[in-house]
Protein backbone atom coordinates (compact mmCIF):
# COMPACT_ATOMS: atom_id res chain seq x y z
CA UNK A 1 0.00 0.00 0.00
CA UNK A 2 1.68 3.15 -1.15
CA UNK A 3 0.54 6.34 -2.33
CA UNK A 4 3.48 8.70 -4.25
CA UNK A 5 3.51 12.70 -4.95
CA UNK A 6 2.35 13.90 -8.64
CA UNK A 7 4.08 16.20 -10.61
CA UNK A 8 7.64 17.69 -10.54
CA UNK A 9 7.17 21.07 -8.95
CA UNK A 10 9.86 21.89 -6.42
CA UNK A 11 8.78 23.66 -3.30
CA UNK A 12 10.69 25.12 0.02
CA UNK A 13 8.65 22.01 1.89
CA UNK A 14 10.28 19.65 0.23
CA UNK A 15 13.69 20.71 1.18
CA UNK A 16 12.96 21.39 4.88
CA UNK A 17 10.20 18.64 5.13
CA UNK A 18 11.55 16.21 3.30
CA UNK A 19 9.68 13.90 5.44
CA UNK A 20 6.27 14.97 4.35
CA UNK A 21 6.57 13.33 1.40
CA UNK A 22 2.60 12.01 0.49
CA UNK A 23 4.12 8.06 0.58
CA UNK A 24 2.90 5.43 2.70
CA UNK A 25 5.21 1.92 2.55
CA UNK A 26 3.81 -0.40 5.05
CA UNK A 27 5.71 -3.06 3.92
CA UNK A 28 7.98 -2.93 6.91
CA UNK A 29 5.48 -2.48 9.40
CA UNK A 30 5.21 -5.08 11.85
CA UNK A 31 2.45 -7.53 11.88
CA UNK A 32 1.05 -6.73 15.13
CA UNK A 33 -0.42 -3.73 13.35
CA UNK A 34 -2.57 -5.78 11.04
CA UNK A 35 -3.49 -7.81 14.32
CA UNK A 36 -4.68 -4.64 16.54
CA UNK A 37 -6.71 -3.16 13.33
CA UNK A 38 -8.75 -6.29 12.39
CA UNK A 39 -9.03 -6.61 16.62
CA UNK A 40 -10.12 -2.66 16.16
CA UNK A 41 -12.40 -3.61 13.48
CA UNK A 42 -14.27 -6.44 15.31
CA UNK A 43 -14.51 -4.49 18.62
CA UNK A 44 -16.30 -1.40 16.57
CA UNK A 45 -18.70 -3.95 14.83
CA UNK A 46 -19.32 -5.34 19.00
CA UNK A 47 -19.65 -1.38 20.05
CA UNK A 48 -21.67 -0.62 17.23
CA UNK A 49 -24.54 -3.71 17.18
CA UNK A 50 -25.44 -3.17 21.12
CA UNK A 51 -28.47 -2.18 22.02
CA UNK A 52 -29.16 -0.36 24.94
CA UNK A 53 -32.69 1.58 26.77
CA UNK A 54 -32.73 5.02 25.44
CA UNK A 55 -31.78 6.48 28.53
CA UNK A 56 -28.92 4.46 28.99
CA UNK A 57 -27.76 5.25 24.87
CA UNK A 58 -27.80 9.07 25.67
CA UNK A 59 -25.78 8.58 28.82
CA UNK A 60 -23.23 6.29 26.65
CA UNK A 61 -23.22 9.30 24.35
CA UNK A 62 -23.15 12.31 26.23
CA UNK A 63 -20.04 10.30 28.63
CA UNK A 64 -17.87 9.73 25.67
CA UNK A 65 -18.37 13.19 24.01
CA UNK A 66 -17.26 14.31 27.17
CA UNK A 67 -14.50 12.18 27.11
CA UNK A 68 -13.55 13.13 23.61
CA UNK A 69 -14.42 17.30 23.75
CA UNK A 70 -12.22 17.14 27.30
CA UNK A 71 -9.11 15.33 25.75
CA UNK A 72 -8.49 17.27 22.86
CA UNK A 73 -8.85 20.43 24.58
CA UNK A 74 -6.99 19.30 28.20
CA UNK A 75 -4.41 18.32 25.83
CA UNK A 76 -3.86 21.54 24.90
CA UNK A 77 -4.27 23.48 28.33
CA UNK A 78 -8.09 23.93 28.89
CA UNK A 79 -7.90 23.61 32.97
CA UNK A 80 -11.46 22.09 33.01
CA UNK A 81 -12.25 18.49 34.23
CA UNK A 82 -14.03 15.78 32.55
CA UNK A 83 -16.61 16.16 34.94
CA UNK A 84 -16.83 20.03 34.80
CA UNK A 85 -16.69 19.29 30.49
CA UNK A 86 -19.74 16.83 30.68
CA UNK A 87 -21.37 19.26 33.23
CA UNK A 88 -20.69 22.27 30.27
CA UNK A 89 -22.36 20.24 27.94
CA UNK A 90 -25.92 19.14 29.81
CA UNK A 91 -26.26 22.65 30.92
CA UNK A 92 -23.79 25.11 29.85
CA UNK A 93 -22.56 25.79 33.24
CA UNK A 94 -21.63 29.22 33.19
CA UNK A 95 -18.07 30.06 34.41
CA UNK A 96 -15.98 32.79 35.86
CA UNK A 97 -15.43 35.51 33.72
CA UNK A 98 -11.84 35.16 34.29
CA UNK A 99 -12.56 31.00 32.94
CA UNK A 100 -15.14 32.23 30.63
CA UNK A 101 -12.93 31.55 27.06
CA UNK A 102 -12.33 27.98 28.67
CA UNK A 103 -16.21 27.27 28.68
CA UNK A 104 -15.88 28.88 25.00
CA UNK A 105 -13.27 26.73 23.45
CA UNK A 106 -15.52 23.12 25.22
CA UNK A 107 -18.59 24.67 23.58
CA UNK A 108 -16.65 25.10 20.12
CA UNK A 109 -15.25 21.25 20.05
CA UNK A 110 -18.87 20.06 20.98
CA UNK A 111 -20.43 22.24 18.38
CA UNK A 112 -18.16 20.58 15.94
CA UNK A 113 -18.26 17.51 16.64
CA UNK A 114 -22.22 17.83 16.84
CA UNK A 115 -21.94 19.08 13.16
CA UNK A 116 -19.44 16.54 11.71
CA UNK A 117 -21.78 13.60 13.21
CA UNK A 118 -25.12 14.92 11.82
CA UNK A 119 -23.40 15.43 8.49
CA UNK A 120 -22.41 11.55 8.45
CA UNK A 121 -25.86 10.42 9.48
CA UNK A 122 -26.98 11.80 6.71
CA UNK A 123 -25.70 8.98 4.82
CA UNK A 124 -24.04 11.19 2.26
CA UNK A 125 -20.38 10.87 1.03
CA UNK A 126 -18.07 13.18 3.17
CA UNK A 127 -14.95 14.26 1.40
CA UNK A 128 -12.20 16.18 3.22
CA UNK A 129 -11.23 19.20 1.40
CA UNK A 130 -8.91 22.01 1.98
CA UNK A 131 -12.08 23.90 2.47
CA UNK A 132 -13.70 21.87 5.70
CA UNK A 133 -10.21 21.13 7.32
CA UNK A 134 -10.14 25.08 7.76
CA UNK A 135 -13.62 25.36 8.73
CA UNK A 136 -12.92 22.71 11.11
CA UNK A 137 -10.28 25.44 12.60
CA UNK A 138 -12.54 28.43 12.19
CA UNK A 139 -14.61 26.68 14.22
CA UNK A 140 -12.33 25.58 16.97
CA UNK A 141 -10.85 29.41 17.67
CA UNK A 142 -14.36 30.72 17.48
CA UNK A 143 -14.70 33.38 19.95
CA UNK A 144 -11.47 32.77 21.37
CA UNK A 145 -8.37 35.51 22.62
CA UNK A 146 -5.98 35.09 19.56
CA UNK A 147 -2.61 36.71 18.81
CA UNK A 148 -2.71 39.22 15.86
CA UNK A 149 -1.12 37.08 13.54
CA UNK A 150 -3.78 34.08 13.68
CA UNK A 151 -6.70 34.12 11.59
CA UNK A 152 -9.56 31.02 12.50
CA UNK A 153 -9.99 29.47 8.97
CA UNK A 154 -7.27 30.64 7.46
CA UNK A 155 -3.72 29.43 6.54
CA UNK A 156 -1.40 31.05 8.61
CA UNK A 157 1.10 33.35 6.63
CA UNK A 158 4.06 33.67 9.01
CA UNK A 159 6.99 30.87 10.44
CA UNK A 160 5.72 29.45 14.07
CA UNK A 161 7.20 26.22 15.36
CA UNK A 162 6.03 24.15 18.89
CA UNK A 163 9.06 23.14 21.11
CA UNK A 164 12.01 22.42 19.36
CA UNK A 165 9.60 21.85 15.91
CA UNK A 166 9.50 24.05 13.25
CA UNK A 167 6.25 24.36 10.98
CA UNK A 168 6.21 23.81 7.64
CA UNK A 169 7.05 27.26 4.97
CA UNK A 170 3.50 29.16 5.33
CA UNK A 171 4.45 29.75 1.89
CA UNK A 172 3.18 26.20 0.96
CA UNK A 173 0.27 25.59 3.39
CA UNK A 174 -2.63 25.84 0.90
CA UNK A 175 -0.55 23.71 -1.29
CA UNK A 176 0.10 21.00 1.23
CA UNK A 177 -3.43 20.83 2.61
CA UNK A 178 -5.06 20.24 -1.41
CA UNK A 179 -1.90 17.58 -1.25
CA UNK A 180 -2.89 16.04 1.76
CA UNK A 181 -6.85 15.60 0.37
CA UNK A 182 -5.58 14.07 -2.32
CA UNK A 183 -3.34 11.96 -0.97
CA UNK A 184 -5.65 10.50 1.38
CA UNK A 185 -8.79 10.51 -1.06
CA UNK A 186 -6.76 9.24 -4.31
CA UNK A 187 -3.34 8.64 -3.49
CA UNK A 188 -3.53 5.75 -1.06
CA UNK A 189 -4.96 1.94 -2.23
CA UNK A 190 -7.86 0.89 -0.78
CA UNK A 191 -8.29 -2.82 0.74
CA UNK A 192 -11.05 -4.92 0.23
CA UNK A 193 -14.43 -3.53 1.38
CA UNK A 194 -14.04 -6.06 4.49
CA UNK A 195 -11.85 -4.07 5.86
CA UNK A 196 -13.00 -0.91 5.39
CA UNK A 197 -13.43 0.65 9.07
CA UNK A 198 -9.75 -0.68 9.73
CA UNK A 199 -8.00 0.98 6.76
CA UNK A 200 -10.14 3.88 7.48
CA UNK A 201 -8.26 3.86 11.12
CA UNK A 202 -5.07 4.21 9.84
CA UNK A 203 -6.13 6.79 7.55
CA UNK A 204 -7.50 9.23 10.65
CA UNK A 205 -4.42 8.74 12.12
CA UNK A 206 -2.21 9.48 8.86
CA UNK A 207 -4.73 12.37 8.41
CA UNK A 208 -3.79 13.48 12.21
CA UNK A 209 0.09 12.85 11.45
CA UNK A 210 0.09 14.97 8.72
CA UNK A 211 -2.16 18.41 9.87
CA UNK A 212 0.98 18.02 12.69
CA UNK A 213 3.47 17.80 10.39
CA UNK A 214 2.27 20.98 8.21
CA UNK A 215 0.65 22.84 10.95
CA UNK A 216 -1.39 25.02 8.64
CA UNK A 217 -3.03 27.44 10.89
CA UNK A 218 -1.44 29.75 13.39
CA UNK A 219 -2.96 28.54 16.03
CA UNK A 220 -5.54 25.25 16.94
CA UNK A 221 -3.54 22.79 14.75
CA UNK A 222 -3.74 20.03 17.46
CA UNK A 223 -7.96 20.54 17.58
CA UNK A 224 -8.04 20.68 13.88
CA UNK A 225 -6.56 17.56 13.28
CA UNK A 226 -8.52 15.46 15.84
CA UNK A 227 -11.46 17.00 14.47
CA UNK A 228 -10.31 15.50 10.80
CA UNK A 229 -9.39 12.33 12.42
CA UNK A 230 -13.42 12.54 13.78
CA UNK A 231 -14.65 12.82 10.60
CA UNK A 232 -12.76 10.21 8.84
CA UNK A 233 -13.98 7.73 11.56
CA UNK A 234 -16.64 8.87 11.20
CA UNK A 235 -17.70 8.16 7.70
CA UNK A 236 -15.72 4.89 7.93
CA UNK A 237 -18.72 3.28 9.99
CA UNK A 238 -17.56 3.95 13.53
CA UNK A 239 -20.20 4.91 16.21
CA UNK A 240 -19.49 8.01 17.40
CA UNK A 241 -19.47 6.84 20.87
CA UNK A 242 -15.98 4.97 19.95
CA UNK A 243 -14.67 7.85 17.22
CA UNK A 244 -13.59 10.15 20.40
CA UNK A 245 -11.86 7.49 21.77
CA UNK A 246 -8.13 8.36 20.01
CA UNK A 247 -8.57 12.09 21.37
CA UNK A 248 -8.98 10.61 25.11
CA UNK A 249 -6.33 8.24 24.62
CA UNK A 250 -3.93 11.05 23.32
CA UNK A 251 -4.69 13.36 26.38
CA UNK A 252 -4.29 10.61 28.94
CA UNK A 253 -0.60 9.64 27.54
CA UNK A 254 0.11 13.39 26.03
CA UNK A 255 3.64 13.02 26.84
CA UNK A 256 4.11 10.06 24.97
CA UNK A 257 1.69 11.65 22.47
CA UNK A 258 4.16 14.11 21.61
CA UNK A 259 7.41 11.79 21.78
CA UNK A 260 5.84 10.02 19.00
CA UNK A 261 4.98 13.08 16.68
CA UNK A 262 8.44 13.91 17.14
CA UNK A 263 10.21 10.70 16.31
CA UNK A 264 8.05 10.23 12.96
CA UNK A 265 9.46 13.50 12.09
CA UNK A 266 13.08 13.24 12.94
CA UNK A 267 13.23 9.67 11.69
CA UNK A 268 12.61 11.42 8.07
CA UNK A 269 8.80 10.18 8.47
CA UNK A 270 8.93 6.79 9.43
CA UNK A 271 5.09 6.53 10.75
CA UNK A 272 5.19 2.87 11.99
CA UNK A 273 6.18 4.66 15.60
CA UNK A 274 3.34 6.89 16.02
CA UNK A 275 0.76 4.30 14.18
CA UNK A 276 1.85 1.22 16.19
CA UNK A 277 1.23 3.77 19.33
CA UNK A 278 -2.22 5.23 18.30
CA UNK A 279 -3.40 1.76 16.99
CA UNK A 280 -2.41 -0.19 20.29
CA UNK A 281 -3.95 2.61 22.12
CA UNK A 282 -7.22 2.40 20.33
CA UNK A 283 -7.43 -0.73 20.66
CA UNK A 284 -7.44 -1.07 24.78
CA UNK A 285 -9.90 1.90 24.93
CA UNK A 286 -12.18 -0.43 22.91
CA UNK A 287 -11.33 -2.89 25.65
CA UNK A 288 -12.27 -0.82 27.98
CA UNK A 289 -15.21 0.79 26.66
CA UNK A 290 -16.79 -2.20 26.09
CA UNK A 291 -16.37 -3.52 29.85
CA UNK A 292 -18.21 -0.18 29.99
CA UNK A 293 -21.08 -1.02 27.98
CA UNK A 294 -21.14 -4.81 29.86
CA UNK A 295 -21.67 -2.71 32.94
CA UNK A 296 -24.19 -0.34 31.59
CA UNK A 297 -26.16 -4.09 29.84
CA UNK A 298 -25.71 -6.28 33.23
CA UNK A 299 -27.18 -3.41 35.14
CA UNK A 300 -29.83 -3.37 32.81
CA UNK A 301 -30.23 -7.32 33.23
CA UNK A 302 -29.80 -6.94 36.96
CA UNK A 303 -32.90 -4.09 37.39
CA UNK A 304 -34.95 -6.74 35.02
CA UNK A 305 -33.85 -9.70 36.72
CA UNK A 306 -35.01 -8.04 39.88
CA UNK A 307 -38.26 -6.79 38.95
CA UNK A 308 -39.15 -10.40 37.05
CA UNK A 309 -38.54 -11.74 41.07
CA UNK A 310 -41.05 -10.03 42.35
CA UNK A 311 -43.82 -9.74 39.50
CA UNK A 312 -45.71 -11.74 41.73
CA UNK A 313 -45.70 -10.69 45.30
CA UNK A 314 -47.36 -7.59 45.83
CA UNK A 315 -47.29 -4.87 48.70
CA UNK A 316 -45.66 -2.16 50.32
CA UNK A 317 -43.09 -4.81 51.93
CA UNK A 318 -42.79 -6.07 48.45
CA UNK A 319 -41.65 -2.52 47.06
CA UNK A 320 -39.42 -1.37 49.97
CA UNK A 321 -37.61 -4.91 49.37
CA UNK A 322 -37.85 -4.45 45.86
CA UNK A 323 -36.02 -0.94 46.16
CA UNK A 324 -33.62 -1.70 48.41
CA UNK A 325 -32.28 -4.63 46.41
CA UNK A 326 -32.13 -2.12 43.17
CA UNK A 327 -30.53 0.56 45.31
CA UNK A 328 -27.51 -1.35 46.85
CA UNK A 329 -24.13 -1.63 45.15
CA UNK A 330 -23.10 -4.28 43.10
CA UNK A 331 -19.75 -3.67 43.62
CA UNK A 332 -19.23 -2.76 47.00
CA UNK A 333 -21.05 -3.65 50.56
CA UNK A 334 -22.45 -1.44 52.42
CA UNK A 335 -22.47 -1.20 56.13
CA UNK A 336 -26.13 -2.15 57.21
CA UNK A 337 -26.23 0.90 59.65
CA UNK A 338 -25.67 3.09 56.33
CA UNK A 339 -28.72 1.83 54.82
CA UNK A 340 -31.15 3.51 55.84
CA UNK A 341 -29.38 6.75 54.01
CA UNK A 342 -27.99 4.35 51.40
CA UNK A 343 -30.27 7.04 48.95
CA UNK A 344 -33.00 9.07 48.88
CA UNK A 345 -35.36 7.20 48.30
CA UNK A 346 -34.75 4.38 50.46
CA UNK A 347 -34.52 7.08 53.67
CA UNK A 348 -37.87 8.05 52.22
CA UNK A 349 -38.80 4.33 52.36
CA UNK A 350 -37.41 3.66 55.80
CA UNK A 351 -37.93 7.00 57.50
CA UNK A 352 -40.57 5.55 59.68
CA UNK A 353 -39.62 2.24 60.44
CA UNK A 354 -37.67 -0.05 62.51
CA UNK A 355 -34.90 -1.61 62.21
CA UNK A 356 -36.37 -4.78 63.10
CA UNK A 357 -38.33 -3.91 59.98
CA UNK A 358 -35.11 -3.73 58.10
CA UNK A 359 -33.84 -6.61 59.13
CA UNK A 360 -36.71 -8.60 58.31
CA UNK A 361 -36.03 -7.37 54.85
CA UNK A 362 -32.54 -8.11 54.45
CA UNK A 363 -33.47 -11.79 55.37
CA UNK A 364 -36.07 -11.99 52.93
CA UNK A 365 -33.69 -10.38 50.20
CA UNK A 366 -31.00 -13.03 50.98
CA UNK A 367 -33.54 -15.98 51.04
CA UNK A 368 -34.04 -14.45 47.33
CA UNK A 369 -30.72 -14.88 46.66
CA UNK A 370 -30.63 -10.85 45.58
CA UNK A 371 -28.44 -10.34 48.23
CA UNK A 372 -25.16 -11.13 49.71
CA UNK A 373 -24.21 -10.53 53.32
CA UNK A 374 -20.78 -10.58 54.86
CA UNK A 375 -20.82 -10.18 58.27
CA UNK A 376 -22.58 -6.71 59.14
CA UNK A 377 -22.05 -5.38 55.33
CA UNK A 378 -24.64 -5.94 52.50
CA UNK A 379 -24.10 -5.87 48.34
CA UNK A 380 -26.46 -6.92 45.69
CA UNK A 381 -25.75 -10.16 44.48
CA UNK A 382 -25.69 -9.21 40.45
CA UNK A 383 -23.05 -12.73 40.32
CA UNK A 384 -26.36 -14.56 40.01
CA UNK A 385 -26.65 -13.18 36.32
CA UNK A 386 -23.75 -15.79 35.54
CA UNK A 387 -26.55 -18.70 34.95
CA UNK A 388 -27.88 -16.64 32.27
CA UNK A 389 -24.54 -16.46 29.84
CA UNK A 390 -23.58 -19.08 27.56
CA UNK A 391 -21.78 -22.30 29.40
CA UNK A 392 -18.01 -22.56 28.63
CA UNK A 393 -15.03 -24.61 30.45
CA UNK A 394 -13.31 -22.13 32.43
CA UNK A 395 -9.96 -20.85 31.61
CA UNK A 396 -8.09 -21.84 34.57
CA UNK A 397 -8.91 -25.63 33.45
CA UNK A 398 -8.29 -25.58 30.28
CA UNK A 399 -4.78 -24.56 31.13
CA UNK A 400 -4.19 -26.93 33.25
CA UNK A 401 -5.04 -29.50 30.89
CA UNK A 402 -2.87 -27.85 28.35
CA UNK A 403 -0.28 -28.38 31.30
CA UNK A 404 -0.97 -31.69 31.86
CA UNK A 405 -1.16 -32.80 28.53
CA UNK A 406 3.03 -30.81 28.24
CA UNK A 407 3.98 -33.00 31.02
Known amino acids: MSGTARGTETRTYQKTHPWISFRLDLAKVDYRLWMDLGAIQSKIE ?56 LG ?13 LK ?11 PERIKAFNKMTLDGLPLPEHVEPGKTRRCSVGVGRYKASPWQDCEYLLERLCRFLS ?3 QEP ?24 PFGDGNGRTARLVEFQ ?46 AVQGLRDQLDEQIR ?33 ALELPQSRAVETSELKRLTPDIAVLYAKRTNKTLTRDLNELEKMKLIVRDGNKVRANAD ?23 E
Open 46 to 101: HVANVLLPPGVAGELRTLYLAKGVHGTTAIEGNSLTEDQVRSRIANKTPLPQSKAY
Open 104 to 116: TEIDNIVAACNGI
Open 119 to 129: DALRGEAIGLT
Open 186 to 188: QDL
Open 192 to 215: TQDMSTGFGVLLAIIAHLYIAWIH
Open 232 to 277: ILLSRGVPDVAAHLLSNFYNQTREKYYQELSAASQSGGDVAGFLHY
Open 292 to 324: HIRDFQRNVVWRDFVYQTFRERPGDAAHRRRRL
Open 384 to 406: ILAQFLPRRRAATDAQSGEEAAK
